[in-house]
């Protein structure tokens, strides 16, 4: 599978060049190597990208935005001038800072993508959760500096690598707009000298050469027409020209040289991911009771579940297993609602039941204080879909009159005998929680998510009880 070599330009600080040389970048690469693919998107909401490189009206099916919604990339690009294309610009990224949370998100789409080539990768001066996007996603990271305190800006860039994990072999500094006319008197004879060491000193690497500052340069976003003119085009004959043309060599070079990419690793890392996963669920899966905890009748057939109602699990996960929707709702109506006679599966209230069970846990434990063999007594809780306490009611286990639960008399019987009686035959300290599952894939409770959340609503019930 194809793999695009990703390119992030990231800095803290605004006005050091970061846009400049993103777009630039992307030109001098398409003039050294027409015939790699260039991919140019911003997360700067100024849109130079788009002033830059449109060449009539917008062509793609929607923009940077889009990386997010699971949108395929490649139809989000748009053929742009000299040769580059690009993802249009959004104005709407402030609505998605706020839903957006995880920094891996961008390299999942761009995993996705057929994209090839070159990617660059525009941030704003801000280490938000788009720029975390870029950087998590980035073969290799330019951080412009102008001066001493951008450099000290560069801390959180490498915060953000170490603290996900990531290896910092991808970051490099640029010195940027380097005033070329100061000289200093000592061992740093310009300020070039002097930010190279200032990195150095931090530990910071550094791309060879720098970007100096050239009023001509500058000039070309300055202009009546309001076009922005790239340096290749329109400085030819300034240094920067000569030093845009060696920095798009090393990155070309870079790309070359890099044999596992970014992208390749996370495509290895979310194949590695989804195993542990499936394994994680095979064990779950073969945890299982085999038949419903209730009647006992086979519910569980290799990875064929059903036909269950509910899902159950003892707090001290001895016992996980399904329970058959009648089993449990008749044993609910008959103990803890005060049936007195027997509810028939047509009897709308058994529809209202099941409707609101779908939105409820339900928890039996002994009930406190009735550790005593003769007192034992059977606590039945109801928790909303949060884990809050909806209701409880505490019935009297009759059958214990004779010393033992007689199997004859009671229906609870088999259901707690195997899920939460002790070796005496009483009921022990754990408790047991169940869950409405989905009449048609009652497994999925327990995929991950599903039963991440169980597990987190089998804790915070647990600590309400008394
Ligand atoms: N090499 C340069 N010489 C002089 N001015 C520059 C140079 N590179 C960028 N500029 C100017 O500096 C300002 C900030 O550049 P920009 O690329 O927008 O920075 P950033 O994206 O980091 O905010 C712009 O006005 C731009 O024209
Ligand atoms: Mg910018």
């Not at 099916?61 to 748009?78: A, C, K, M, R, T």
């Not at 390749?264 to 991911?273: G, T």
């Not at 009759?398 to 707690?416: C, D, H, I, N, V």
């Amino acid at each position: 599978m194809s793999a695009p070599y990703i390119v992030t330009i990231s800095s803290e600080k605004g006005g050091v060049g970061k846009t400049t040389l993103a777009t630039n970048l992307a030109i001098y690469l398409k003039a050294l190597h027409e015939d790699l693919p260039i991919t140019l998107l911003s997360f700067d909401n100024h849109f130079s990208v788009d002033q830059m490189f449109r060449i009539n009206r917008p062509s793609a099916q929607g923009d940077v935005s889009n990386l997010f919604d699971g949108s395929n990339p490649d139809n989000l690009i748009e053929i742009g001038e000299y040769g580059v294309q690009f993802i249009p610009s959004s104005n709407q990224l402030h609505t998605l800072r706020r839903e957006l949370d995880d920094p891996a998100a961008l390299t999942r789409a761009l995993a996705k993508s057929g994209l090839d080539g070159i990617v660059i990768i525009d941030t704003r001066p801000d280490l938000d959760i788009f720029t975390q996007n870029a950087l998590y996603a980035a073969d290799r990271v330019i951080v412009p500096v102008k001066d001493a305190p951008s450099m000290d800006n560069c801390r959180r860039i490498y915060d953000f690598f170490d603290s996900h994990g990531l290896s910092r072999r991808p970051l490099r500094i640029l010195p940027c707009l380097v005033d070329g006319r100061i000289h200093y008197d000592g061992p740093f004879r310009d300020p070039y000298q002097l930010l190279k060491a200032y990195a150095i000193n931090r530990g910071y690497r550094c791309m060879e050469g720098y970007i100096a500052k050239s009023p001509k340069v500058e000039s070309l976003n300055t202009n009546p027409e309001g076009k922005i003119y790239p340096v290749l085009t329109h400085g030819r004959q300034t240094a920067v020209h000569v030093q845009m043309t060696h920095i798009a060599r090393q990155i070309y070079l870079g790309s070359l040289d890099t044999e596992v990419r970014r992208m390749n690793e996370y495509r290895v890392d979310m194949a590695q991911a989804r195993k542990e996963h499936q394994s994680a669920y095979e064990t779950r899966l073969s945890d299982l009771e085999i038949g419903c905890l209730v009647c006992g009748k086979t519910l569980v057939n290799k990875d064929q579940i059903g036909p269950a109602g509910y899902f159950a699990q003892s707090s001290d996960q001895r016992i996980s297993g399904f329970i058959e929707e009648e089993c449990f709702t008749s044993l609910v109506f008959r103990y803890f609602y005060g049936a007195k006679r027997t509810i028939e599966t047509h009897d709308p209230i058994w529809d209202l039941f099941r409707e609101s069970a779908q939105r409820s846990y339900f928890l039996l434990q002994r009930a406190p204080h009735t550790r005593n063999f003769y007192q034992q007594k059977l606590s039945f809780y109801r928790f909303d879909d949060d884990g809050l306490e909806v209701s409880h009611k505490t019935i009297e286990l009759q059958e214990f009159e004779k010393r033992l639960l007689s199997k004859e008399r009671s229906e609870l019987y088999p259901l707690l005998e195997r899920t939460l009686f002790d070796d005496q035959g009483r009921l022990g300290d754990a408790f047991l929680l169940l869950r409405k599952v989905s009449s048609d894939l009652p497994e999925e409770i327990l995929y991950d998510q599903n039963f991440a959340t169980f597990a987190r609503i089998m804790t915070k019930v647990s600590t309400q009880l008394p």
